[in-house]
């Protein structure tokens, strides 16, 4: 603003010496060693003031620089002149006024000159041109400069050269461009040129490096055509391609790239850049795979001009083979079915090495390695199959076909489903990018094989969906990508694969991106007494979810607004809540919490019955007469001298290895067994039996009688009536139970043998008796002590007698019914 002051009176004094004349207006006036000078360097200044001058005859003069004033001015006299010269050291200013004024009046200035500082041209670099040759043919020119700007007014120019046409030509250009484009008119595609850009201000001059070049040869042509895309021989494809059709007069040699990709790839695959490519010729691209989906695009460019755009994408087939490499499997059995058949679900998809080698492909499995009909389990042109196979098979073989063959069969082998260890613990956690961490803990067996992980959409069954992977047996973790889709619940199971078979899976659920479930359920009342209330919820959908729940969250205040907090189990769901006012009446709000966020539910409002006074005293007395007679029974029963009742809760079993069989008498015998039926009478027991193996076999009779006679000798144990060997008919059944023979005479009923359920040893060093057959009393029963009687009428039952000689071992007794 100052500056601008200073210039104004500078002009105003110039104004005045013109209105007063030629002789004042040449009173004074300011020099300098140049009006323009370079920013930083010294510039010389002088004022002259004539003597004749009346209004400054013998008045002291000043320099000022805008408004500062310059010291150290010299005086020199000169005829009838004074001089005032000044050197400034370093005019650092881009612009500024220098005055002459009186001293005594500062404010009057008597001259004044304005000086500018700045840069010489700043250099000009990176020329660079490049031609169009799309419906607009021109030659663009691009260039920069270097810093620092030069402050000063400067003027661009661009020049070029035809050597052929020897033609040079100077283009102005407009203040601080940094391009041009040169007109067709002004240059010639196959014709060598030189362009250099020149700038020019008032400190100098510069020039940018020359620049030669073929026009043609910076062009940046259109994106080529592919005119035809075919498949050629096996694994290779071959092009036909032209120019544009603005450069379809082009006819030389140019470079070409072509880069391809598969239809299942989103990844390009550039090929070797060839260099002599010329339009309408056929380029062959071979190396690739067979029978697959390519789309190719390709671009061009003239010796070293800049590539062109890539062309758009063509698709075409190459040529189809058999299948070949092998598939990675899982397959486990889901079912037993009749006939000694398996149930099999196998599941398969390819390996890094698996190449399809065509388009419609499909997979049959089969019981036979070499192609059968009569083998073939399944077809299908999916990723699993279910079949049946023999229980005694050991693996099938999986194939995949196109319309060229098939592959080599991949051996399955068949893992039955066992009953061994499981998995300890199996983790879930997310890992980004649609994808889930797996951990498990080892398995220690020296059987297991490797680990086989599995997972599948808990909202949809379709097996396509199913996913495996197979994990060594030294791994517990594993990543399992899909892409998961998020906020999507999945089933992740870890089987371990032992030799013998396939262990039971450990499964969880997880999620590859969680956030809070998109409902709260709605709380309900399930109980309401005195001080407790019990809230209730339903379970969340599983579709609703959108997460695994961690925790259910309560909160539940009355009037006074103090809240309080209760959770409840993510299994349970529900809570009790305690402790509170029956006057009161409560809000209550249900938050739920995944490991994605949380969503608060609707308010809802209760409170608390009272119980009134004559249910309470019902109550009380109910529950202390039940009290009462708990007390009563059990002193009665622990006072009790019923034998019956004793011998029904503490049963007495005698020992048979401290007693003998003439010991036992029908008193100590008849507390063992009581009769519970009332309604019949109470048979009298006589002995418990036990037969016991004799020393030698006997062969005759009186043998036999000899050693009943012998009734103290029980050096050996005996066999049962199923296995003496005085009936051979009786086989033992049971090696295991140790039985005993009880003899029963019931008054005015038939005998009746029945078995002692006891399992005491007869004997603590000897083997134990076999089994002991049961006799049924009832009508129509079999007879195992001699040869069965036919039935006679009732009027002969009473004079029926007992034929002892068919009971060998019960006449040793010697006893009869009235003993």
């Given at each position: ?11 105003m ?9 030629d002789?004042?207006?040449a ?6 060693s140049?009006s323009?000078?370079?920013?930083g360097?010294?510039v010389t ?5 004539r ?9 002291r ?7 500062r004033?310059?010291p ?7 005829g ?6 000044l ?9 500024a006024?220098?005055?002459c ?5 500062p404010?009057?200035v008597i001259?004044g ?5 700045g840069y ?6 990176n ?12 030659l ?10 030069s ?8 020049h ?11 283009y102005e250009?407009?203040p601080?461009v940094?391009s041009?484009t040169?007109p ?16 020019v ?9 020359r ?11 259109d994106?080529p055509?592919?005119?035809k ?10 092009l036909?391609?032209?120019?544009s059709?603005?450069?379809?007069w ?5 470079s ?14 550039e090929?070797p ?12 691209q071979c190396?690739?795979?067979h029978?697959?989906h390519?789309v ?18 063509r698709p ?10 092998a598939l990675?499997?899982w397959?486990r ?9 398996l149930?099999?679900?196998l599941?398969?998809k390819?390996?890094a090495r ?14 036979l390695?070499?192609s059968?009909?009569r083998?073939?389990l ?12 023999p ?19 991949t ?6 489903a ?6 300890p613990?199996?983790r879930?956690?997310a890992a980004?990018d ?15 094989i490797d680990?086989?992980v599995?997972?599948r959409?808990l ?10 992977e ?8 594993l ?9 999507k ?5 870890v ?5 013998q078979?396939i262990g039971?899976?450990r499964t ?17 009342i ?16 599983l ?31 529900k809570?009790?809540?305690t ?8 809000d ?10 949380s969503?608060?539910g609707s ?15 019902i ?5 202390c007469?039940c ?18 009742l004793?011998?029904?809760f503490?049963p007495?079993v005698?020992d048979?290895?401290n007693?003998?069989i ?23 027991y006589?002995?418990h039996?036990s ?5 030698r ?6 043998d036999f009688?000899a ?10 144990l ?5 296995g ?11 090696d ?14 038939p ?7 006891s ?7 000897e083997?134990?008796p076999?089994c ?8 129509g029963?079999?007879c195992?002590?001699g040869p069965c ?24 007794l ?6």
């Amino acid at each position: 603003m100052a500056a601008a002051w200073m210039s104004v009176l500078v002009v105003m004094a110039v104004v005045n010496a013109a209105e007063g004349g030629d002789e004042r207006r040449a009173c004074a006036s300011v020099h300098a060693s140049s009006s323009v000078v370079t920013v930083g360097s010294p510039v010389t200044v002088t004022c002259v003031v004539r003597d004749d001058c009346p209004a400054l005859a013998g008045r002291r003069v000043q320099l000022r620089l805008g408004e500062r004033v310059l010291p150290g001015a010299i005086e020199a006299a000169d005829g009838s002149a004074r001089a005032y010269r000044l050197l400034i050291p370093a005019f650092n200013h881009s612009r500024a006024t220098l005055t002459c004024c009186l001293r005594d009046a500062p404010s009057h200035v008597i001259a004044g000159l304005e000086i500018q500082a700045g840069y010489p041209p700043p250099a000009l670099q990176n020329l660079s041109c490049q031609a169009n040759l799309s419906a607009h043919e021109s030659l663009t020119c691009k260039w920069e400069t270097s810093p620092p700007d030069s402050h000063l007014p400067t003027k661009y120019s661009l020049h070029t050269h035809i050597g052929d046409l020897k033609w040079s030509h100077a283009y102005e250009l407009p203040p601080g461009v940094r391009s041009y484009t040169i007109p067709r008119a002004g240059f010639v595609f196959f014709s060598e040129m030189e362009i250099y850009v020149k700038a020019v201000n008032a400190l100098g001059e510069t020039s940018s490096s020359r620049l030669s070049l073929e026009p043609v040869s910076s062009a940046k042509f259109d994106p080529p055509e592919i005119v035809k895309l075919q498949a050629w021989r096996p694994g290779c494809l071959r092009l036909k391609w032209d120019f544009s059709r603005f450069q379809d007069w082009m006819r030389d040699f140019v470079s070409l790239q072509v880069r391809l990709k598969t239809e299942a790839s989103g990844w390009w695959t550039e090929r070797p850049i060839l260099d002599r490519a010329m339009p309408q010729r056929y380029v062959y691209q071979c190396g690739l795979l067979h029978g697959t989906h390519y789309v190719a695009q390709i671009r061009v460019r003239y010796r070293q001009s800049p590539w062109s755009e890539w062309s758009d994408g063509r698709p075409a087939f190459t040529l189809e083979t058999a299948p070949t490499g092998a598939l990675h499997t899982w397959m486990r059995v889901t079912g037993h079915l009749l006939h000694n058949q398996l149930q099999m679900l196998l599941f398969w998809k390819p390996s890094a090495r698996f190449r399809a080698n065509g388009r419609n492909l499909s997979y049959v499995v089969s019981a036979l390695r070499t192609s059968n009909k009569r083998g073939k389990l399944c077809a299908t042109a999916g990723s699993h199959c279910t079949f049946r196979v023999p229980r005694k098979a050991r693996k099938v073989y999986l194939v995949a076909l196109n319309a060229a063959g098939r592959s080599g069969p991949t051996s399955v082998p068949i893992y039955h489903a066992i009953a061994g260890e499981t998995v300890p613990e199996v983790r879930a956690a997310a890992a980004g990018d649609g994808s889930v961490l797996v951990r498990w803990e080892d398995v220690p067996s020296p059987a297991l094989i490797d680990y086989v992980v599995e997972w599948r959409p808990l909202l949809n069954h379709d097996l396509s969906l199913v996913g495996f992977e197979t994990a060594r047996r030294n791994l517990s973790t594993l990543v399992v990508t899909g892409p998961l889709e998020p906020y999507k619940p999945y089933g992740i199971s870890v089987y371990p694969r032992f030799k013998q078979g396939i262990g039971p899976p450990r499964t969880v659920q997880a999620y590859s991106l969680q956030k809070a479930p998109s409902e709260v359920p709605k709380i309900r009342i399930k109980k309401n007494w005195q001080y407790h209330v019990e809230l209730a919820w339903d379970e969340i959908p599983l579709e609703r979810r959108n997460g695994i729940i961690q925790s259910y969250k309560l909160f539940y205040w009355d009037q006074t607004g103090r809240v309080h907090v209760a959770t409840g189990e993510p299994e349970e769901r529900k809570v009790v809540l305690t402790g509170l006012d029956s006057k009161s009446v409560y809000d209550a709000v249900l938050m739920v919490s995944t490991y994605g966020g949380s969503r608060n539910g609707s308010t809802v409002h209760f409170d608390i019955k009272e119980m009134d006074p004559v249910s309470s005293v019902i109550i009380l007395v109910a529950t202390c007469a039940c009290l009462c007679l708990l007390i009563i029974f059990l002193v009665k029963t622990c006072s009790s001298e019923h034998n019956q009742l004793k011998v029904r809760f503490w049963p007495d079993v005698p020992d048979p290895a401290n007693s003998s069989i003439k010991s036992w008498t029908s008193e100590c015998t008849q507390d063992i067994r009581s009769s519970w039926d009332f309604e019949e009478p109470n048979p009298m027991y006589l002995s418990h039996l036990s037969f016991l193996e004799l020393p030698r076999k006997p062969g005759k009779e009186e043998d036999f009688t000899a050693w009943l006679n012998n009734a103290e000798d029980t050096s050996d144990l005996g066999e049962s009536i199923c296995g003496s060997p005085f009936l051979p008919g009786l086989t033992s059944s049971n090696d295991d139970s140790v039985l005993y023979a009880t003899v029963i005479f019931p008054a005015q009923q038939p005998h009746e043998y029945l078995r002692s359920e006891s399992t005491q040893p007869l004997l603590g060093s000897e083997e134990s008796p076999k089994c002991y057959q049961n006799v049924d009393a009832t009508e129509g029963s079999q007879c195992f002590f001699g040869p069965c009687m036919p039935e006679e009428d009732d009027d002969n039952d009473a004079s029926a007698a007992i034929q002892w000689e068919d009971f060998p071992f019960l006449r040793a007794l010697a006893m009869n019914d009235t003993q």
